[in-house]
């Protein structure tokens, strides 16, 4: 058993802040919308040491958009959270896809190098 065994099984059900939308008023046209945040942290679970790195998100919209203030509140309460670099993609991606149920959505994560590796996830969403 690996000394990370369980340490990520409360991922899906952490409590965080609500991601808010709004109409997409152009709903009628397929428009992307792509996001960078460049200042993302997080904690590495092992280490306890912060982990940075910069979140790339792309979405279609359908009937609403990403409210970007409280998106960016949402991104700011990792900074405490002890969380794998591809937990963070799937579930930042799962919680962006639950708020506005977009057509599309891609997140890739870039995380800067740790431990002479350097990361990047990518998760992509395709409504049915």
Request: glycine share 4%; charged share 30%.
């Amino acid at each position: 058993m690996s000394s990370y065994e369980s340490k990520q099984d409360n991922v899906r059900t952490l409590v965080l802040p609500e991601i808010e939308v709004f109409a997409n008023i152009y709903s009628d046209r397929d428009y992307r919308i792509d996001m960078e945040i460049p200042e993302f942290t997080a904690v590495c679970p092992k280490t306890g040491l912060p982990d940075f790195g910069i979140l790339y998100l792309s979405y279609r919209p359908d009937q609403c958009c990403l409210e970007l203030k409280s998106l960016k509140e949402y991104v700011t309460a990792y900074r405490d959270v002890g969380i794998f670099h591809e937990n963070v993609a799937n579930r930042v991606l799962d919680d962006v896809v639950r708020a506005c149920k977009p057509r599309f959505a891609r997140l890739h994560a870039d995380y800067n190098v740790r431990g002479g590796i350097k990361t990047r996830v990518t998760t992509v969403y395709r409504r049915p």
